[in-house]
């Protein structure tokens, strides 16, 4: 079992910058990929971009492509996503999910944590 924890949501203006954090544990991560996909009240939960736990892949969704950063911390077991030049239809409940080869599915979400951008 696998327990994902949220941090770092909150409430910022367009353009302002962002870090949130994923801390994760109960396990050897060994064959999982971490993600961040999101949610928009009204609309379906979105991939934002993924990192492989081991290996030194990482993908992004276009839409955040060149704004937002993923990475990892093996020292801590925390996945994060920095993200810059925010905007307003980036506001939405980020969760952070973990994938596992063995399975070929996200098997474990964390609980969200919300981010909203006015303008």
């Known amino acids: 079992q696998v327990q994902l924890v949220e941090s770092g949501g909150g409430s910022v203006q367009a353009g302002d910058s962002l870090r949130l954090s994923c801390a994760a544990s109960?396990?050897?991560?060994?064959?999982?990929?971490f993600a961040w996909f999101r949610q928009a009240p009204g609309k379906e939960r979105d991939f934002v971009a993924a990192?492989?736990?081991?290996?030194?892949?990482?993908y992004y969704s276009d839409s955040v492509k060149g704004r937002f950063t993923i990475s990892k911390d093996h020292a801590m077991n925390t996945v994060n996503l920095q993200m810059s030049s925010l905007k307003p239809e980036d506001t939405a409940v980020y969760y952070c999910?973990?994938?596992?080869?063995?399975?070929?599915?996200?098997?474990?979400w964390g609980q969200g944590t919300q981010v909203t951008v006015s303008s």
């Open positions: 990192i492989s736990w081991r290996g030194n892949g990482a």
């Open positions: 109960g396990r050897s991560f060994s064959g999982y990929m």
């Open positions: 999910a973990a994938y596992r080869d063995s399975t070929d599915r996200y098997d474990y």
